[in-house]
Structures are given as structure tokens and as C-alpha cells.
């Protein structure tokens, strides 16, 4: 797994894959099709994996986080970064940093959650985490509700971000 900090221009250069997670039937992860599944994109010029909502990060269990990380990281090439997602809630978010901070990942997108926050404590909340795990982060923003331009703003500057994913749905 390549482990450089990831730019802005990293990502705006490359296409993201936000591949499922494959699990057996019993759940429990299929170490075999996660793996040729990788590797049939690598082989197709894909660089960039985050592991998020359509790996069903938002329900890995804290038990299986760092055994999955390093599952991960040790199938993807040299040249292929693996973006996983931590939280989306503060007490997941306070076990998976500790667990981040010893394995090197260049950023870690944090799940959105939109139900029982603030914007000023998601704010707090994503500082303590990106200071805590020591891994810049690609905040994920789902809803206008979540935090403001402002917000997010003051994180970039603090070195905090290395990136965006904006998914707001709208009617029109």
C-alpha cells in the first residue's frame, strides 16, 4: 500500500474506487475475493480505494477494524493508496483512532452522521479524531446540516484535510 500523503491533485488525477467489501456467508470477510477484486482493478489502472458506505464500514464491528485494515493494506500493490472510513459516531471514532495510529494509512474518510449532532461538535469531534489517529482525513459531507463551508474551512487550514467527498442529495 502506498502510504505518501495524498493532494488535492492526487486526487483529482485518478479515478476512486469505493469497492464493497466482500464477506462470506457466515460474514465473516472473504479474504479471496477482496483480493481479486483489488487486483482486477489495479490491473485496469485504479489507485485509490476507499472502503466506506458500500463496504458496509458504518457496521464493521471495532473487533474486526484492525484485522480488516491490515488485511487491506497488505493486498493492495505499492502503488495503490486504500482510504478506509472510521466512524460515523464519536465513541467509534475515539477506539478506531488508536487503532489508526499505528498502521500508516495516508488519510481515513469519516463517515458522516447526521442524526443527534452539531455542527460545532462534529467540528470538535473530527479535530480530536484527526489529532488522535494522526491520519489526515477526507471528511465526507452528506448533508448541509453536517458542517459549514466555514467548518470545514478552518480544518483545511489547520492541515487536518486532505480531501473532500460531497454527496448532498438534492430534488433538483
Known amino acids: 500500500m502506498k502510504t505518501s500523503p495524498i493532494i488535492p491533485e492526487d486526487f483529482s488525477a485518478s479515478v476512486i474506487a469505493v469497492p464493497p467489501l466482500a464477506r462470506h456467508m457466515d460474514l465473516s470477510l472473504n479474504q479471496v475475493e477482496n483480493t481479486e477484486l483489488i487486483h482486477h482493478l489495479e490491473t485496469n489502472g485504479i489507485r485509490t480505494f476507499v472502503y466506506g458506505g458500500n463496504a458496509n464500514f458504518y457496521h464493521l464491528p471495532v473487533t474486526e477494524y484492525q484485522a480488516t485494515l491490515e488485511f487491506l493494506a497488505g493486498v493492495a500493490s505499492a502503488n495503490s493508496w486504500i482510504v478506509p472510513s472510521a466512524g460515523p459516531d ?10 489508526l495510529r499505528g498502521l500508516n494509512f495516508p488519510a481515513v474518510m469519516v463517515l458522516p452522521q447526521i442524526q443527534y449532532i452539531t455542527p460545532t461538535g462534529v467540528e470538535v469531534g473530527l479535530r480530536q479524531f484527526a489529532e488522535r489517529s494522526r491520519c489526515p482525513l477526507l471528511i465526507y459531507l ?3 446540516e453536517y458542517m459549514s463551508p466555514g467548518m470545514v474551512g478552518r480544518l483545511v487550514d489547520e492541515g487536518l484535510v486532505c480531501g473532500m467527498k460531497y454527496a448532498i442529495e438534492r430534488t433538483d
Open 142 to 144: 452528506k448533508s448541509e
Open 90 to 99: 464519536y465513541g467509534r471514532l475515539k477506539d478506531q483512532a488508536d487503532i
